[in-house]
T-cell receptor, first 112, second 114 residues
Framework: GESVGLHLPTLSVQEGDNSIINCAYSNSASDYFIWYKQESGKGPQFIIDIRSNMDKRQGQRVTVLLNKTVKHLSLQIAATQPGDSAVYFCAETPYGNNRLAFGKGNQVVVIP | NAGVTQTPKFRILKIGQSMTLQCTQDMNHNYMYWYRQDPGMGLKLIYYSVGAGITDKGEVPNGYNVSRSTTEDFPLRLELAAPSQTSVYFC?????????????FGDGTRLSIL
């Protein structure tokens, strides 16, 4: 099977609890940020994005927070479900032409 | 819409062999990208294209070539396969409207070089 999740920081969370996944980005010039979810054997799936002129954006059960002062991005998942078990990547845009730079990822394991 | 489709899903190559990884998208996206993902790591950009006839290098282009003759297709070519190219390869596409847009990914090609 897919070995993407090996050696990654792992967050274990009880089903129904809220999850918070953190990401430190590197480039002050980045003006667009995305969170992706990757399940085993699948490609990254878009979850939510945020532009640098915002500090918070909400989707369905997910919220992204952006702190440009400390270059920190977080993803909050409300009422975590077993289907949320995956590797989560943040990505930033330090270059032009919509190119993304990805972080290493965080494994989320939901305990039923 | 099928989105981004990659073929093959799995492939084993011998050192020195060549192959082409296929990628096609049906969303009429002008931007397309190729990434590789090594175990426990994030994705690294190999090549990208902002439109038909235009390609450019990403972070890790050595050992690869691309072409973009149509909007829909963006094949990735390995000319002389090396063990260091064992990886999972993802193709992505995005629309560009002057501001950044999310990239949409295929499900990958898992390539082993032995």
């Amino acid at each position: 099977g897919e070995s993407v999740g090996l050696h990654l920081p792992t967050l274990s969370v009880q089903e129904g609890d809220n999850s918070i996944i953190n990401c430190a980005y590197s480039n002050s010039a980045s003006d667009y940020f995305i969170w992706y979810k990757q399940e085993s054997g699948k490609g990254p799936q878009f979850i939510i994005d945020i532009r640098s002129n915002m500090d918070k954006r909400q989707g369905q059960r997910v919220t992204v927070l952006l702190n440009k002062t400390v270059k920190h991005l977080s993803l909050q998942i409300a009422a975590t479900q077993p289907g949320d078990s995956a590797v989560y990547f943040c990505a930033e845009t330090p270059y032009g032409n919509n190119r993304l730079a990805f972080g290493k990822g965080n494994q989320v394991v939901v305990i039923p | 819409n099928a989105g981004v489709t990659q073929t093959p899903k799995f492939r084993i190559l011998k050192i020195g062999q060549s192959m082409t990884l296929q990628c096609t998208q049906d969303m009429n996206h002008n931007y397309m990208y190729w990434y590789r993902q090594d175990p426990g790591m994030g994705l690294k950009l190999i090549y990208y294209s902002v439109g038909a006839g235009i390609t450019d290098k990403g972070e890790v282009p050595n050992g690869y070539n691309v072409s973009r003759s149509t909007t829909e297709d963006f094949p990735l070519r390995l000319e002389l396969a090396a063990p260091s190219q064992t990886s999972v390869y993802f193709c992505a596409s995005s629309y560009s409207s002057g501001s950044n847009q999310p990239q949409h990914f295929g499900d990958g090609t898992r390539l082993s070089i032995l």
